[in-house]
């Protein structure tokens, strides 16, 4: 079965600093990869998303940038935090062909 | 652009009572809807989920309706449990893949 994981669980940086999130997929081959972003009133929204290795597609203009280094391993970065970036964010895969999306446990970012 | 609106924000119930959560989105091109469920410091989990060529779909407690001429779709939960509360998020497809949240509805159930 397919199984995505996604650290670190919890991070507190500070302003300025730099940030890298990891996710990986298993059990799946060529997967659909994505990055949102939940702030405190809830809505999910996409960041990023990637259909292939190096293929990364921004849907907000942003601080942040995402690489897709391998076929199930995505990663989200900063070089500078701001405030504005804390938040909770979710890695998440669907199959090739779209759709169904599930999700990683998020990772809670709070910039200090 | 794409846009999916979640009602109500918030629902309250009595343990036992039904739970309804709308949506309404508006790219025609939409076929797909899934429902998820999110709990305290998690991810959000997959519920439900119907296509458009489907007007209605069933799990146990779970329901999902689908409106494509009105673009609306809606959640039923039956005898409510404790355990039901959360926080719930539609979704329709968009882009060939994609998907666009609602903005989500807590869901309390009261003992």
């Known amino acids: 079965s397919q199984t995505i994981h996604q650290w670190p669980a919890t991070l507190v940086q500070p302003v300025g600093s730099p940030l890298s999130l990891e996710c990986t997929v298993e059990g799946t081959s060529n997967p659909n990869l994505y990055w949102y972003r939940q702030a405190a009133g809830r809505g999910l929204q996409l960041l990023f998303y990637s259909v292939g290795i190096g293929q990364i597609s921004s849907e907000v203009p942003q601080n942040l940038s995402a690489s897709r280094p391998q076929d199930r391993q995505f990663i989200l970065s900063s070089k500078k935090l701001l405030l504005s970036d804390s938040g909770f964010y979710l890695c998440?895969?669907?199959?090739?062909?779209?759709?169904?999306?599930?999700f990683g446990e998020g990772s809670w970012l709070t910039v200090v | 652009g794409e846009n999916v609106e979640q009602h109500p924000s918030t629902l309250s119930v009595q343990e036992g009572d039904s739970a309804v959560i709308k949506c309404t989105y508006s790219d025609s091109a939409s076929n797909y809807f899934p429902w998820y469920k999110q709990e305290l410091g998690k991810g959000p989990q997959l519920i439900i989920d119907?296509?458009?060529?489907?007007g209605e779909k069933k799990d146990q407690r779970i329901a999902v309706t689908l409106n494509k001429t009105a673009k609306h779709f809606s959640l039923h939960i039956t005898e409510t449990q404790p355990e039901d509360s959360a926080v719930y998020f539609c979704a329709a497809s968009y882009q060939g893949g994609k998907l666009i949240f609602g903005q989500g509805t807590e869901l309390s159930v009261k003992p």
């Open positions: 119907i296509r458009s060529n489907v």
């Open positions: 998440a895969w669907s199959g090739s062909s779209g759709n169904t999306i599930y």
